[in-house]
Structures are given as structure tokens and as C-alpha cells.
């Protein structure tokens, strides 16, 4: 009887202590979502962008399976996600959307990894860059632009959301499209502005998702002293053309699948040159994930990518030690 009632007692004290840790949790997830500032959208530009100055169409957004999408950017903006100051680290990264340089995939290549950085302390920009035209009626642009494009990437699980163009940025030295053009501008604005959101002006990276990822390199391979990113990260992609690495070349953290059909030979080719030049360059190549996967649970081990990338920034000292809690206690991000 003595043994059934130090069970029962044992069982009820492993039961109250499961309880209050996901409570715990919860709370944690709570105080994350609610340490993050109500997001405010900032124009890129005074006036007309440079070189749009002739474009006449309309910004088209619309839902897709993966979430928000915006296409006929004209006027390009940066999207704030501010934390807390009381949890803010004083690192700034501009997230650059893929959508193969005709749309931009904005939740989950967006805003979802820009919650997920500002819940770490990291100023989070989402940047809203300028696109090839496309038709403005639905049905011809399905017809002209994405049925063409999902044929090119033989219909892939998931290549829609970020496959590039040929008439997309190239990330070659001397390369400059209207989506780097925006991407320089980006990373001046945080760094004019780096003492009112109380971020380091040596602190600011830049990372992006495929067509993203070209103009993040595009920014990395053409910049002045003041749209210099600190650090960079491309995400399933990287450099389509040869190129001369710049003396002042950031480090970079880069991330593939080794089924990606469209980005693996790119991003390898990033890696090459970049470790060659001797600048620090870290890259995961995950065993499946596709292409475009963002912040899509898929149940492979891609999923886990921007937890490789939080332990990348715990470890170059741009986010806290401890601040980068394991993605199961944030199952509700």
C-alpha cells in the first residue's frame, strides 16, 4: 500500500512538474511574441525610386498556398520588426523574399523569419524590392509567367516560391538591378538610422531567399562604404557567374538541399569561391528540403535551418549567449 502511495505521490509531482514547465513555455512564447514591436512599413526611397521612373503599373498582392505574395512592386519598402530594448542585441538584418524575380513570397520568407530574429533581440527589416513586370490580369500571368516558370523547374514541390530568372539579378561584380539597387538602399537606411533603433552601424547583415539570395549577393559584390553589409546570408542560393571576391567581403552563412533543383550548384559555387578567398563562409547542405522552403515545416531535417542559423550568430557574437533557445520551446513562433 506504502509503494502504491509513493507511486501515486511520485506520479502527481512528475505531473505538476510537466505542467509548470509548459507553462513555463507558453509564457516564453508570450514574452517573445510580446517583446516584438508592432511592425511599421518604412518607403525606400524619397519619391520615385531611381530607374522607375517611367513605370506606370500597380503593386498586385494576392494568397497563395504558402501565404502573402506581392508582384508589380513599384514603390519598394523596408517592413520594421523592432524588439524590445530591454532584449535587443544591437544586430540589424534586412530579409530579402524570393519568388524568381516576378513575385515575393512575404510570409514565409518574410515576415515569419523576421518575427522569429526580432524574438531574439534582432532588428528584423523585411525588404519589398522592385520585380520584372509582369501581366497585370491573373489569368495571363498565370499562363505567361508562372506556367512557364513551374515548367523550367519541372514542377518541383516547392520551386514556385523561389526559382530565379534569367533576367534577375546576377550577383556578378558590376551587376546592378533595380531588386540591388533597393537592397543597398536598405542597408544604408538601417545604418543612417542604426542610433534611433538602437542598432550598431557594424552590425548589419543582409540575408535572402533564392532570387532574394541574388540580391543579397548582388549587395555583398556592389557596394559603397555606407550599403557595405556586415555579414550575409543566402539562402538556397548564391553565385551564378564568376566573379572577383571584394577585399572587404563578409562572412557568410549559406544553406542548400542536395535535392534543390535549381540552387545547389549556385550556392556550392559560393562556397568555393568564398573559402578560397580565405573570408569565413559556413554551409549546411541538408539531405531533402527541395527548394524554397522558407519557414515551411516539411519533416526534414531543412526545417531546422534557421536554428543552425541562430547558433551561427550566438557564435559570432551577434546575438546573446542563451538568447537562441531550441526551436521545440517555440513551437508556437
Request: hydrophobic residues 45%; without cysteine.
Amino acid at each position: 500500500m506504502k509503494t502504491l502511495m509513493h507511486f501515486a505521490a511520485s506520479a502527481a509531482l512528475a505531473g505538476m512538474l510537466v505542467r509548470a514547465n509548459l507553462m513555463a513555455q507558453t509564457s516564453a512564447r508570450v514574452s517573445a511574441k510580446s517583446s516584438v514591436a508592432e511592425p511599421m512599413e518604412i518607403p525606400l526611397w524619397p519619391g520615385v525610386a531611381p530607374g522607375s521612373e517611367g513605370w506606370t503599373w500597380h503593386e498586385q498582392a494576392y494568397q497563395t498556398p504558402g501565404g502573402r505574395a506581392i508582384r508589380n512592386i513599384v514603390h519598394p519598402t523596408l517592413t520594421a520588426f523592432l524588439p524590445d530594448r530591454a532584449i535587443a542585441t544591437g544586430t540589424a538584418i534586412i530579409v530579402a523574399p524570393g519568388g524568381g524575380n516576378v513575385f515575393l513570397t512575404m510570409d514565409r520568407e518574410g515576415y515569419d523569419v523576421a518575427r522569429w530574429l526580432a524574438a531574439r533581440g534582432v532588428a528584423a527589416f523585411v525588404l519589398k524590392y522592385r520585380l520584372n513586370h509582369t501581366p497585370e490580369k491573373d489569368e495571363d500571368f498565370q499562363r505567361d509567367v508562372m506556367k512557364p516558370l513551374l515548367a523550367r523547374m519541372g514542377g518541383g514541390a516547392g520551386a514556385p516560391a523561389a526559382s530565379p530568372s534569367a533576367s534577375g539579378p546576377t550577383a556578378a561584380a558590376g551587376t546592378t538591378t533595380p531588386g540591388v539597387a533597393d537592397g543597398q538602399q536598405a542597408v544604408r537606411i538601417v545604418r543612417q538610422r542604426a542610433a534611433e533603433w538602437g542598432i550598431a552601424p557594424n552590425r548589419i547583415g543582409i540575408m535572402g531567399f533564392s532570387a532574394g539570395a541574388g540580391v543579397t549577393m548582388g549587395v555583398a559584390l556592389n557596394h559603397d562604404v555606407e550599403s557595405r553589409p556586415d555579414f550575409l546570408a543566402p539562402i538556397y542560393g548564391g553565385l551564378r557567374a564568376d566573379t572577383q571576391v571584394p577585399s572587404d567581403a563578409a562572412p557568410i552563412f549559406a544553406a542548400v538541399a542536395s535535392d534543390d533543383p535549381v540552387a545547389q550548384v549556385s550556392t556550392l559555387k559560393l562556397y568555393s569561391v568564398w573559402k578560397a578567398s580565405g573570408v569565413p563562409i559556413e554551409l549546411h547542405v541538408f539531405e531533402s528540403g527541395g527548394h524554397g522552403w522558407g519557414m515551411r515545416k516539411q519533416d526534414k531535417s531543412s526545417d531546422y535551418w534557421i536554428d543552425e542559423f541562430g547558433w551561427w550568430l550566438e557564435t559570432r557574437g551577434l546575438i546573446k549567449h542563451g538568447q537562441h533557445p531550441a526551436s521545440e520551446a517555440l513551437a508556437g513562433r
